[in-house]
């Protein structure tokens, strides 16, 4: 076995010598701060250290489910990812789809650039855009008014935090989730396509029968994938936009691991609530992958 | 997929961060073999005082002493909060702080957390274990050492300096004793009695840098005299909206609530979070008077009178709101306002508003002689903090205090000949050049981070000394100064390191509960029948147990 290897080795070596940074950097960066979730189980003082401070068992998890923000805490985090997917999951399909169909090479690539371009720019820069688009006289409002509406804030209302963090980010991000669609697309052996045309099926015939059988395995993949950061929101968009008034809707695990965390510098309790999230994140990935396979044959491992 | 990747990134980092103990390049300090050529009269200790008479002085002439450092081929890393107005500079671009190196034959390298990180990056260093010969505590001040400065000399962060103090910096010492009223001198110590940090001193209370600011041609035309009570406040903002058109005539802070100085609500005898009355520790927002000032707010808030976006306005949209004449009264920096107003109105300063005319408000801002702001401390990484001591000393010298606070004799000022006097102690007075008030690449907010040092361990002459603060500014913060009385403002108290935990823990839920209901009741999403209710469940997160942990660091305070 060992030898095999040891040949296998041989024969590939630029193969596996290319593979060394990928693996240098998960085993870096992914796995040597694994250790660090020691922290969680104790009362972290920075100043001692993982090896100095004392430990404290479970308590950090208690008090986790004590706090008194812990159901807002998980509803808004679950029900923000819903939503997302629900709404923005199948965007970026529904793009590459249309892009897929257009024919005009410069409109496309200027379509394309176009839709991409929000991905890139900075979150700071692209909250403030929102914040002042939701803002009493701003672009919404200005709308709002001339349909003979008062003018509001949007971001100070609770029940619109959800569909405006939901739609932004299907601004931010369907353009370039894309891309690996249309990827898949473009891998799709053309010869179907020929001969869909000669069996005389038509645009929509050939998209309903052809691409989007052919797309299916990334979009389950891709669906799994998304399915495991169930409970994951990026803090930085949500502290961005959330203020007291709709801490109700907007507070979420991460920001909240943010102000107790990184803010009060409570490192240890922070990390608790960190793996408590990827617990659940993982439980979440496993039970979809499952179901894939049973229903689908299509699934990660 | 990129962008989900990067969304798991933020814990990723911090634990990467935490078990890799290693991320931030703070710098070690070396030891430079070859000594600076020439070594131009390195003068460090004390020198020839023109101006005799003051103990202080005196005292410190004498220390020509045999225990003396040498500060040759000395390197200090500085971890400082750098701030800057308008162009960006660092430490190493400032004038005095190239000029305090040449005369000290020290060599200063600053290292600068990234703005608006401040809290985060510290608290990074302070886990990696590299940490910087001095650190400067920045705007954040004390606050920065989170369960206060004994914890982190128990925790072998920052050292004890009391010994070397009285050895290494007598002028620190006698500034301490001479300058500082007596009942002030408390703050430069712990609660355990360890002198850590080198504070800025002013020999004065400085004026309050927070307060009701109105635009002053309105109150003039509108001809209705200054406001005293509510009542007058509330028929001002009323002109305000009818005659000048403001939509919305006072910009309230965004949680409120002025935490600052508790403008409007002082009128019912309460501060805006912790303050004591005869001793005995109170939380402003669960009082009766709180549901008073609510009350009214949410009165102002549905006649119009407040800005209806005032908990998402930033500084940029004040500044709109302000120059366009959208709204005329505002609580913020008269500095900074009146920077904005530059060409469309000055300021007029609202006096503490009150509930009968001829009361008098009993809490305001106060700054104590210990200006706790860009404090500097020696860690335990510094090899020669004997030398750090000596450096950190020469603010309080007199070449030091005038290099600090006035730049360079000749190029940024001149002495005038005349002299000030605080507390029994003479102060040269001076002029500034034309380099510093009308520089043509340095507008006056850059010129200060340039020719001069804002604040930082040296005695400061904030009113003589701040080229940037105008005469009407000046006028307006010595009238919020001496407009109220702070028989209700609580000392500089520390908490130690186990009621710090706690105590961030409980208050931790409470601001965030008392955030949105303070906003809701403001704005009339809920009811204030409802603000017994509202006392009750602050009661249920443990308010009163963040009240007896403030009390009993007041009773230590008081027993220093």
Redesign the interface.
């Known amino acids: 076995m060992l030898k095999k290897i040891a040949q296998d080795i041989k024969k590939y070596k630029s193969v596996y010598l290319m593979a060394v940074p990928v693996l240098l950097f998960y085993i870096i960066f992914c796995y040597v701060p694994m250790a660090g979730l020691v922290m969680a189980f104790q009362d972290f003082r920075p100043t001692q250290g993982i090896f100095g401070s004392s430990f404290l068992g479970i308590r950090h998890f208690t008090d986790f489910f004590k706090d008194m923000n812990f159901t807002r805490l998980m509803r808004n985090t679950f029900l923000l990812n819903v939503y997302d997917i629900i709404v923005g999951f199948p965007m970026p399909i529904i793009l590459a789809l249309l892009l897929n169909e257009l024919r005009g090479k410069f409109f496309k690539g200027g379509v394309q650039t176009a839709i991409y371009m929000p991905n890139f720019i900075s979150m700071v820069v692209l909250c403030g855009m929102i914040l002042d688009f939701c803002a009493t006289e701003g672009v919404i409002g200005g709308i709002m008014a001339s349909f003979g509406a008062e003018p509001r804030n949007l971001l100070q209302d609770p029940a619109l935090f959800k569909p405006i963090f939901v739609v932004t980010n299907i601004w931010q991000y369907a353009g370039w989730n894309s891309i690996i669609y249309i990827a898949a697309i473009s891998g799709i052996n053309t010869e179907l396509y020929d001969a869909a045309y000669a069996d005389g099926c038509g645009r929509w015939k050939r998209l309903w029968h052809v691409t989007l059988p052919g797309l299916f395995p990334t979009i389950v993949i891709m669906f799994i994938l998304r399915i495991g950061n169930i409970m994951t929101v990026g803090f930085e968009k949500v502290i961005l936009l959330y203020n007291p008034l709709t801490y109700e809707t907007a507070d979420v695990i991460s920001s909240y691991v943010y102000r107790r965390g990184i803010y009060e510098g409570n490192y240890g309790y922070a990390t608790a609530v960190g793996l408590f999230n990827s617990l659940i994140n993982f439980v979440f990935l496993w039970g979809t992958n499952r179901l894939s396979r049973k229903l689908t044959d299509q699934s990660l491992w | ?4 990747a ?3 990134l ?3 980092g ?3 961060v ?4 290693s991320l931030a390049g703070c710098g070690k300090q070396e030891d430079a073999g070859t000594p600076k050529a020439g070594a131009d009269e390195a003068e460090n200790s004390a020198d020839e005082v023109q101006d005799s008479g003051s103990e202080e002085q005196q005292s410190s002439a004498e220390e020509e002493k045999p225990d003396d450092v040498s500060m040759e081929g000395v390197e200090l890393t500085v971890w400082a909060p750098a701030y800057w107005v308008g162009q960006k500079m660092e430490y190493k671009d400032n004038e005095v702080w190239q000029e305090v190196q040449k005369r000290l034959g020290v060599k200063l390298n600053f290292i600068h957390p990234a703005i608006g990180q401040e ?2 990056q510290f ?1 990074i260093m ?2 990696s ?1 590299e940490l910087p010969d001095i650190i400067s505590a920045g705007w954040m001040g004390d606050s920065l050492y ?1 369960g206060g400065l004994d914890k ?1 000399v128990d ?3 920052l050292i004890r300096v009391n010994e070397l103090v009285d050895q290494y910096a007598p002028d620190y010492k006698s500034a301490i004793e001479n300058v500082v009223e007596k009942e002030e001198q408390k703050e430069f110590y712990t609660d355990s009695g360890n002198m850590v940090q080198f504070y800025a001193i002013s020999p004065y209370e400085e004026w309050a840098y927070n307060g009701l600011l109105l635009r002053k041609d309105w109150v003039d035309e509108l001809g209705m005299g200054e406001p005293e009570t509510l009542e007058d406040y509330e028929n001002l903002f009323i002109a305000f909206q009818e005659q000048k058109g403001a939509k919305s005539p006072l910009i309230l802070p ?2 409120g609530i002025d935490g600052t100085s508790g403008f409007i609500l002082s009128a019912w005898d309460i501060g805006p979070s912790f303050y004591q009355e005869n001793g005995v520790v109170k939380y402003g927002p669960i009082q009766p008077g709180f549901k008073e000032y609510l009350t009214l707010m949410n009165k102002w808030y549905g006649m119009g009178l407040i800005d ?2 005032f ?2 306005r930033d500084d940029d ?1 004040c500044k709109r709101m302000m120059t366009t004449g959208e709204s005329g009264a505002i609580i913020h920096s008269p500095d900074t306002v009146g920077a904005w107003m530059e060409g469309v109105s000055e300021l007029a300063i609202g006096k503490y508003p009150v509930r009968n005319s001829g009361d008098r408000v009993q809490y305001r801002l106060k700054t104590y002689q210990a200006r706790p702001p860009y404090a500097f401390a020696i860690t335990t990484a510094c090899k020669n903090p004997e030398a750090a001591v000596k450096f950190l000393n020469y603010g309080y010298t007199q070449e030091g205090y005038m290099l600090y606070n006035y730049g360079i004799e000749g190029e940024t000022y001149n002495l005038t000949g005349e002299t000030v006097t605080y507390n029994g102690i003479e102060y040269p007075m001076i002029e500034y050049t034309d380099r510093m008030l009308n520089n043509p690449d340095y507008p006056i907010l850059d010129a200060i981070q340039v020719f001069k040092v804002h604040i930082g361990p040296f005695i400061r002459f904030e009113h003589e000394g701040n080229p940037a603060m105008n005469m009407n500014n000046a006028e307006i913060r010595q009238k919020l100064t001496e407009g109220a009385d702070t028989t209700l403002d609580m000392p500089m108290v520390t908490l130690t390191a186990e009621e710090g ?1 706690d105590y ?2 409980v208050m ?2 409470v601001s ?2 008392q ?2 209901a ?3 009741f403001i ?1 009339g ?1 809920r009811s204030l029948d409802e603000f017994d209710a509202y006392v009750e469940d602050m009661k249920q ?1 443990e308010i009163e147990k963040a009240i007896s942990y403030q009390q009993s660091a007041y009773d230590r305070y008081q027993a220093r």
């Open positions: 997929m990129k962008a989900k990067l969304r798991r933020p814990c990723l911090l634990c990467a935490l078990a890799m103990g809290q985060e608290n302070i886990s274990g989170s982190f925790d072998n962060v965004a949680g209806k976006d908990p998402t949209a935990q961030a823990k931790n839920q965030t509960y955030e949105t303070v906003l809701q704005m999403t997160l």
